[in-house]
T-cell receptor, first 109, second 113 residues
Framework: AQRVTQPEKLLSVFKGAPVELKCNYS??????LFWYVQYSRQRLQLLLR??SRESIKGFTADLNKGETSFHLKKPFAQEEDSAMYYC???????????FGKGTLLTVNP | EAQVTQNPRYLITVTGKKLTVTCSQN?????MSWYRQDPGLGLRQIYY???????DKGDVPEGYKVSRKEKRNFPLILESPSPNQTSLYFC????????????FGPGTRLTVL
């Protein structure tokens, strides 16, 4: 079974502070991991994926297979980063995409 | 414009009255999926479809049916809705059968009284 855990329901930081949204996963094979974001009154959208090792809107995430983690990081948070963030996992040939329960990030001015 | 559309966007109904939520995408995507979003539970997959006439259960399929007769459409059917199906429903699609690269619809807020 595949599982995604986001231990923080809520995370509040001040503008300009570093932010880290935690994601841990459980999967016996080789996982593919993603971060999705949902801004207020907007639809969910893909933020980034581990396979491309990209930085989107200043966010990065590194897959740590030893710790089974895929934490999302940004060195300097902005108010427009306030949103719900979901970590998601799929297996190589497994077409099920499993989401974590989400973390609501609030960036205060 | 490339997009996933859902109808209706809002629906209030009563227990036992069959309903269908439509989902359509214009991107020629093979993969489509339905999720429900509940406070504190995040997104849970109901059903997904790899291609026309190919569907499979997600994590919470009970009480739902789907069909994939055409590539662009993936309706969600509630044969006998119950109050515990009150939720926000999202349809999503992706290319090449890649479940992770989802384009989401705007959501359908369903209330079952």
């Amino acid at each position: 079974a595949q599982r995604v855990t986001q231990p923080e329901k809520l995370l509040s930081v001040f503008k300009g502070a570093p932010v880290e949204l935690k994601c841990n996963y459980s999967y016996s094979g080789s996982p593919e991991l993603f971060w999705y974001v949902q801004y207020s009154r907007q639809r969910l959208q893909l933020l980034l994926r581990h396979i491309s090792r990209e930085s989107i809107k200043g966010f990065t995430a590194d897959l740590n297979k030893g710790e089974t983690s895929f934490h999302l990081k940004k060195p300097f948070a902005q108010e427009e980063d306030s949103a719900m963030y979901y970590c998601a996992l799929t297996g190589g040939s497994n077409y099920k995409l499993t989401f974590g329960k989400g973390t609501l990030l609030t960036v205060n001015p | 414009e490339a997009q996933v559309t859902q109808n209706p966007r809002y629906l209030i109904t009563v227990t036992g009255k069959k309903l269908t939520v439509t989902c359509s995408q214009n991107m020629n995507h093979e993969y489509m999926s339905w999720y429900r979003q509940d406070p504190g539970l995040g997104l849970r997959q109901i059903y997904y479809s790899m291609n026309v006439e190919v569907t499979d259960k997600g994590d919470v399929p009970e009480g739902y049916k789907v069909s994939r007769k055409e590539k662009r459409n993936f309706p969600l059917i509630l044969e006998s809705p119950s109050p515990n199906q009150t939720s926000l429903y999202f349809c999503a699609s992706s290319f090449g059968g890649l479940a992770g690269y989802l384009f989401f619809g705007p959501g359908t807020r369903l209330t079952v009284l």
